[in-house]
């Protein structure tokens, strides 16, 4: 795109945004309303709210007839459409494809999800993800003719430069709106770092995969080459438990998919951990948490976590850490077990290392369940947008379309 295309559409959507923004904060309004609360010229905003209401992202709700003195036209009153998508945000996860659709608002309007066998092709995920995005708009009514733009999380260290290729152009084919692809955990780590007002969060995953992510000074860290917070990979500071570890007490811990041996995906993903406990699902695991056998092993994988959060709040100093995922849903006590061996690693101050005043992190349990990755997409979206630029996108990545 030439520059006086991409600088043009730059500024008309920063117009288009201020619109939708004043319409979220105030509701219905009249064009000449929001036009004296944007700034906007006449025949800009005319511009920008037929663009808008063409796309359906804003209806005429009503006129102003009830309330108007005189014998004038009656003036359309603008609002935005709830039910039309705004913001679309897919987790291609390992074992399930996840889809958030979010308003003009917004707010999160529709959630659904797919679930696929585990070692279910890259390719095939994408089908999924596609087919659960169809039936948004058959079966839910969502309109996604507006949408300003699709985020799209993918499993595995990133980047992976097949896998992104794969997935943008099949999502370019679907959708004519821009679309960022990052890794779903780093996605999960700005979704969580949204619900609290620390500026510094560091986020680790315990799922299928162990991942992480990093938010620094409110903002999401991709590193040089998209594998920053990939804590899954870190060496854990125990032996590993599961198929491939050795029984010697000096056993450097099974093998990883990583090519190495004794990563803290071998003790802490939710595979191993199953095994290592003699269960065989998350509900099991949740029912049986507290029988001494079963705990002993969690307690060993929280030590784990715990071990390698350490080393990194003693790089990184963050104010908050997150741990989440569906091993910390079944058994929230990992938690418990990470945050004593966190605190008892810190050295700035003294104090339990469980509040902001203590000389260490915080450390807590995730708030949100098994679409955070889908949401923290849609919430990179929002950070993409020209009022909220503050996401960070690694070397060589690609948002499909320029803004």
């Not at 997935?167 to 979704?191: G, M, S």
């Not at 339990?352 to 849609?378: F, M, T």
């Amino acid at each position: 795109m030439p520059v006086t295309g991409g600088v043009h559409a730059l500024v008309r959507r920063a117009h288009e945004e201020r619109v939708l923004a004043i319409l979220r904060e105030h509701g219905t309004l009249s064009r000449a309303q929001i036009a004296a609360r944007s700034g906007l010229s006449r025949t800009t905003l005319s511009e920008i709210t037929g663009e808008l209401l063409g796309r359906g992202a804003i209806v005429v709700a009503t006129t102003d007839a009830r309330h108007r003195a005189g014998s004038g036209r009656p003036a359309e009153l603008l609002a935005l459409d709830p039910r039309s998508g705004q913001f679309l945000g897919l987790d291609l996860g390992h074992t399930r494809v996840r889809a958030v659709v979010a308003d003009a608002a917004h707010e999160i309007i529709a959630s659904v999800v797919a679930v696929h066998p585990a070692r279910t092709s890259l390719a095939a995920r994408i089908r999924v993800a596609l087919s659960l995005v169809d039936c948004l708009g058959r079966e839910q009514g969502i309109g996604l003719s507006a949408l300003q733009g699709v985020g799209v999380g993918v499993t595995g260290p990133y980047p992976v430069d097949e896998s992104r290729a794969a997935v943008l152009a099949a999502f370019q084919e679907h959708f004519t709106a821009p679309i960022l692809v990052d890794n779903n955990t780093r996605f999960a780590a700005l979704a969580e770092a949204g619900m609290t007002d620390a500026r510094d969060v560091l986020y680790l995953r315990l799922a299928d995969g162990v991942g992480g992510g990093l938010v620094v000074g409110g903002r999401l860290v991709a590193g040089a080459r998209g594998g920053a917070g990939e804590f899954g990979h870190v060496r854990a500071g125990i032996p590993s438990f599961g198929p491939g570890a050795g029984a010697d007490a000096g056993d450097v811990g099974a093998d990883c998919r990583c090519g190495k041996r004794g990563c803290l995906e071998t003790v802490a993903a939710v595979g191993p951990a199953l095994v290592a406990a003699g269960v065989t699902d998350l509900a099991e695991l949740a029912a049986r948490r507290h029988e001494p056998e079963v705990a002993a092993v969690m307690a060993r994988i929280g030590v784990a976590v715990g071990q390698v959060a350490a080393a990194a709040a003693l790089i990184l100093d963050p104010e908050l850490i997150v741990i989440g995922g569906p091993l910390i849903r079944a058994v929230p006590e990992i938690v418990d077990r990470a945050a004593e061996v966190i605190a008892g690693e810190r050295i700035f101050g003294s104090g339990s290392g469980s509040g902001s005043g203590s000389g260490g992190p915080e450390v807590r349990a995730a708030r949100l369940g098994d679409d955070d990755g889908a949401r923290g997409a849609v919430a990179a979206l929002f950070r993409q947008s020209p009022l909220l630029a503050d996401y960070s996108v690694p070397h060589g990545m690609t948002t499909g379309r320029s803004y």
